[in-house]
């Protein structure tokens, strides 16, 4: 036997993978929280919104689960599935991909 018991077996496997583990959870949380932001602001299928009211929100743009690259080269963002788009003037279109 390598460990005493079930938790001397967890409590090691948790000390160890502890730095990755807050990474995940960390970036996770990043997500969560994005995703529910542009849920809360776009409640129908497409929408425009400011940057200000995004960060206002506290909306973090260096964390989204995908980009697509249109045939005419707009750039979405995607959180899951919802995205967005940068438009002029600082505002941004919100969709929700089905």
Do not use: M
């Not at 995703?35 to 260096?62: H, M, V, W």
């Not at 080269?73 to 991909?97: H, R, S, V």
């Amino acid at each position: 036997k390598k460990f005493c018991s079930d938790a001397c077996r967890n409590s090691y496997n948790n000390r160890v993978n502890k730095d990755s583990k807050n990474l995940i959870r960390n970036t996770n949380n990043r997500l969560r929280k994005n995703y529910r932001i542009l849920e809360a602001l776009n409640p129908d299928q497409k929408t425009k919104t400011s940057r200000a009211k995004l960060i206002e929100k506290g909306f973090d743009f260096n964390y989204f689960t995908s980009i697509y690259i249109t045939k005419t080269g707009n750039t979405y963002y995607y959180i899951y599935n919802q995205g967005y788009l940068a438009l002029d003037n600082n505002f941004y279109l919100l969709i929700k991909k089905e």
